[in-house]
């Protein structure tokens, strides 16, 4: 009868314990879905200012051109200058990701829940930075081409 007891009591405590690592790993397959669903938010974003990185040197020279035969040079400058900080503000924010994110993405398939919250934050902050940095990139190069009326 005490082999009964302690296979009844010990057969409850694997089943418990299975329970509770079946519930951990559900737990952290969707928090994986939730970091790759923000990753790729992030990088939709990127993807979407890139293309628009390559108009930034032809705007920038129409500006000083027009600037240096303008009496109000100021504004072509300023708006040049504004186009130059958005293309460094991607610059350092797609250095910052791939050092942050990209070259860390293998580890996320042996984080634990709470690694993986954490990652999910940051990514979170990462959306908003790159939504950001698309507004700054957008808005500079809208402002440049109506000085050029383009």
Not at 55 to 70: F, Q, R, V, W
Not at 71 to 79: D, G, N, P, R
Request: glycine content about 2%; overall charge negative.
């Amino acid at each position: 009868m005490k082999i009964s007891i302690k296979l009844i009591y010990r057969s409850a405590l694997i089943l418990g314990l299975t329970l509770i690592a079946v519930s951990c790993a559900e737990s952290t397959s969707a928090k994986k879905e939730q970091y790759e669903e923000l990753f790729h938010q992030v990088l939709d974003v990127h993807d979407e200012v890139m293309p628009k990185m390559g108009d930034i040197p032809e705007i920038s020279k129409e500006l000083k051109a027009i600037a240096d035969t303008s009496s109000t040079a100021e504004k072509y400058l300023k708006a040049e200058q504004k186009l130059q900080e958005a293309d460094k503000l991607m610059m350092d924010w797609m250095h910052s990701f791939s050092d942050e994110f990209v070259k860390n993405k293998a580890k996320v398939q042996k984080m634990t829940n709470e690694e993986l919250q954490q990652q999910i934050e940051a990514l979170q902050e990462e959306l908003g930075d790159v939504k950001a940095m698309q507004q700054a990139v957008d808005s500079s190069i809208k402002n440049a081409q109506a000085l050029t009326n383009k």
